[in-house]
């Protein structure tokens, strides 16, 4: 059984830190192309940074310069550094595995929220 497990999510105030982590299980993620997606209340789904298997990392807009995916594949474990956090930041998050060729991801993770706020 394929698994992707976020923790971190916590309450904290604008301006703070959180690192968000997505321990994977049943696939190895060294193989897969690894995201974060955020979804807050009443908006839709975006996609907020992705790790490609080999190649350059994408982050949207809005969070450039202030989040950071990483992967420690040893671990078979995603990280999402958030800093400067932002009213705005406050969603659910979501880890994302998926295939190569793939145009969707294949597996989610169950979410972890993330509120910010003073």
């Known amino acids: 059984q394929v698994q992707l497990v976020e923790s971190g999510g916590n309450l904290v105030q604008p301006g703070g830190s959180l690192r968000l982590s997505c321990a994977a299980s049943g696939i190895t993620i060294s193989r897969y192309v690894m995201g974060w997606y955020r979804q807050a209340p009443g908006e839709q789904r975006e996609l907020v940074a992705t790790?490609?298997?080999?190649?350059?990392?994408d982050y949207a807009g809005s969070v450039k310069g202030r989040f950071t995916i990483s992967r420690v594949n040893a671990n078979n474990t995603v990280y999402l550094q958030m800093n400067s956090l932002k009213r705005e930041d406050t969603a659910v998050y979501y880890c994302?595995?998926?295939?190569?060729?793939?145009?969707?991801?294949?597996?989610w993770g169950q979410g972890t929220q993330v509120t910010v706020s003073s």
């Open positions: 790790a490609p298997i080999v190649g350059s990392i």
């Open positions: 994302t595995a998926r295939q190569d060729w793939g145009s969707r991801p294949n597996y």
